[in-house]
Nanobody, 122 residues
């Protein structure tokens, strides 16, 4: 069974950090591009960051550039999203997804995790 599982979410104060993990089971992440997406209450799901399968090329939404870093550890079959200098507007459910192309377009991704809640509040 192909599955993606996110972890690492939680409650953090503004300016704090969290590291999200996206672990795969049933398939190897090496061959997939991975995207991180988020959805805040009442808003559409949006792309946050993505990383390609071959070259490790990364891309970020303007709203998180300079604060978030995506990386992959193929040996652990896991992709990470390091989030620093968190803001209240980063509050959302964060999802990882696997697909053929590293893009911020949701429809390009075939496999999705169940999401992890990130809340930034004092």
């Amino acid at each position: 069974q192909l599955q993606l599982v996110e972890s690492g979410g939680g409650l953090v104060q503004p300016g704090g950090s969290l590291r999200l993990a996206c672990a795969a089971s049933g398939f190897t992440l090496d061959y997939y591009a991975i995207g991180w997406f988020r959805q805040a209450p009442g808003k559409e799901r949006e792309g946050v960051s993505c990383i390609s399968s071959s070259t490790g090329t990364t891309n970020y939404a303007d709203s998180v550039k300079g604060r978030f870093t995506i990386s992959r550890d193929n040996a652990k079959n896991t992709v990470y999203l390091q989030m620093n200098s968190l803001k209240p507007e980063d509050t959302a459910v964060y999802y990882c997804a696997a697909g053929r192309f590293a893009t911020m377009a949701l429809y390009e991704y075939d496999y999705w995790g169940q999401g992890t809640q990130v809340t930034v509040s004092s």
